[in-house]
């Protein structure tokens, strides 16, 4: 996740495994995505409730 600039890069997810399809539910308080995380690879919906941290 960035600002719309470009900068300000921030890691949401530290898995070795793929992490996709992030989406943010519409009142923003929730992120979603799909991963493979799994031993046999299936693909899994995540969902975390998400803050971003105060604009500065």
Do not use: C, E, V
């Not at 949401?12 to 519409?26: M, Q, V």
């Amino acid at each position: 996740m960035m600002r719309t600039d470009g900068t300000h890069n921030l890691r949401i997810t530290f898995t070795p495994g793929p992490d996709l399809l992030p989406a943010f539910s519409p009142d923003g308080k929730y992120l979603m995505w799909t991963t493979k995380r799994s031993s046999d690879k299936t693909s899994q919906i995540y969902i975390a409730k998400f803050k971003m941290p105060p604009a500065g």
